[in-house]
């Protein structure tokens, strides 16, 4: 692969060095395979880097990608005893935020989800992480539980380094709009349209 | 996110967990990031499931995945220490493939792909792995160096539970055609068209 080199050098006063970190907001949108299977893959790149990961689960599923919770949070632990990587958080919205003292929120998906995005805001303020994936993150917004003026305000607006990559199918146009890389997967051909259902190692 | 539901039951003698625990030939292709994340995105899962990982990167380049590369090969001597997940091995054509005895091969990269994809193929016939992520697998084939008949001939024929990943733009028809799962990664938006270079923990 070709190195990149930018199309066009912007007017903005930065230096190749400052843009070159400037914190970037990802999408990974479209009806297809592997959008959250990426924004994973790029966790494994930010905790080699030793970034601070946060990952925020917005949607009660049966198949929690337990295996790349699984595999990150060995990872995390493996940075508090060896000091190797980055730090490791991992919360899931559907079992009741970890961080969240309303046990009962997670019968509420929309009162459960604001909160999730309330927690998300002030962790962005307080610049806890470095990378922070967003899972499923589209959903809440597209079905108004969260106001898609505040993320994309509150994104663009945030502080420091704090990269942020949001999945989920249909994203609203004005969170691409924001967005500083957009990828859509799409579907060419899948096994479900043969009649096979998931598999360990593969779906999970 | 809906449990998947086939939407057709073939007819093909298979129970539904033999069709389950069919191997699958994954391909990502398309112009958009993400190909080769969403690859190593399954190798964590494949981890985590115990799973016999071979990488073997066929395009040379100054950006190898260091990052993937290095929480793979860690998480790979995790499990030769205490026996958790799977073993790992990473195969990198243009540094000279780690099996090989021919030195100087990398300096013919036609010759070193054919000898690439002839490892590939005996450790396809002696199930060597369960997961085989052959990265930028699709630009050898175009180009002439790897005959696209004998790849999908193999890949067809090949036992046991063996999952095979290739990454790379503009995958051949009859790659596609083979194929169990195929996504097309677009590009939306991208940094490089506002000026902006690739990052630590982002690109590498």
Redesign the interface.
């Known amino acids: 692969?070709p190195?990149?080199?930018?199309?066009?050098?912007?007017d903005?006063g930065l230096t190749?060095r400052q843009?070159?970190?400037?914190s970037?907001l990802?999408?990974?949108?479209?009806d297809?395979?592997?959008k959250?299977?990426?924004?994973?893959?790029?966790a494994?790149?930010?905790?080699?880097?030793g970034?601070s990961i946060g990952v925020f689960q917005f949607?009660k599923?049966?198949?929690w990608r337990?295996?790349?919770q699984?595999?990150?949070e060995?990872?995390g632990s493996?940075h508090e005893q060896t000091g190797?990587?980055g730090s490791v958080e991992w919360h899931k919205m559907g079992a009741g935020w970890s961080w969240s003292r309303k046990a009962g929120s997670e019968h509420d998906h929309a009162a459960a989800a604001a909160e999730g995005w309330q927690e998300i805001r002030q962790r962005l303020a307080e610049q806890t992480h470095?990378?922070y994936i967003l899972d499923?993150f589209t959903y809440p917004i597209n079905w108004g539980w969260i106001d898609v003026d505040d993320v994309v305000e509150t994104l663009t607006r945030r502080l420091g380094r704090q990269?942020v990559i949001i999945t989920g199918r249909r994203a609203h146009p004005d969170l691409?709009h924001a967005?500083?890389?957009?990828?859509?997967?799409?579907?060419?051909?899948?096994?479900?349209?043969?009649?096979?259902?998931?598999?360990?190692?593969?779906?999970?």
């Open positions: 692969m190195q990149g080199k930018p199309s066009v050098v912007p903005d190749t843009r070159r970190n400037r970037l990802v999408v990974h949108t479209g297809g395979k592997g959250s299977t990426a924004a994973f893959g790029l494994l790149r930010g905790w080699n880097q970034f949607v599923s049966a198949k337990i295996g790349e699984s595999v990150l060995r990872l493996l190797e990587g470095d990378m499923e990269h691409v967005a500083d890389l957009v990828t859509e997967m799409t579907k060419v051909a899948h096994p479900m349209d043969a009649g096979q259902k998931g598999q360990r190692g593969i779906e999970w």
